[in-house]
């Protein structure tokens, strides 16, 4: 295995991340997801719990990531207005709100019982 090389894979990924994170959308993202560490601190939670608080916040800041790439992707191919331009871009912007619908639910689930 070529360790330059690797090493230099990781310096693009960490630089993706980077780039993914001074999105507006993505700042959005981090906020609700310090806010819902914070909240998790001062309620307690399980072991369990905090899995499952940690993979909802990474499959959703995961899909933003991903749709910026979308994004960025169909920019590229098509500047111009098209339909199947919007397509793709909505239909990323729509995962990206289903999995933020999902992790509002899962984290009234646990939260809830335990403030009520
Ligand atoms: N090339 C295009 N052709 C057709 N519709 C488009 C195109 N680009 C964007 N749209 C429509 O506009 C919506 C918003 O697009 P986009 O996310 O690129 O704008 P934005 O939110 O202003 O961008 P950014 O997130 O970079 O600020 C898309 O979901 C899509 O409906």
Do not use: C
């Not at 630089?15 to 560490?37: C, D, K, P």
């Not at 910026?68 to 995962?95: R, Y």
């Amino acid at each position: 295995m070529d360790a330059h090389k690797l090493l230099k894979s990781f310096g693009y990924a960490f630089y993706g991340i980077w780039t993914a994170f001074n999105e507006q959308n993505m700042r959005i993202h981090m906020i609700s997801a310090l806010i819902v560490i914070i909240a998790g601190v001062f309620t307690g939670l399980t072991n369990i719990e905090w899995m499952i608080i940690i993979l909802v916040i990474t499959l959703v800041i995961g899909a933003e990531m991903i749709n910026t790439a979308i994004e960025s992707v169909v920019n590229l191919a098509s500047p111009d207005i098209h339909p199947l331009a919007k397509q793709a871009k909505d239909v990323a912007a729509g995962a990206v709100l289903v999995f933020a619908l999902a992790s509002v639910i899962i984290g009234l689930l646990i939260f809830l019982p335990k403030w009520f």
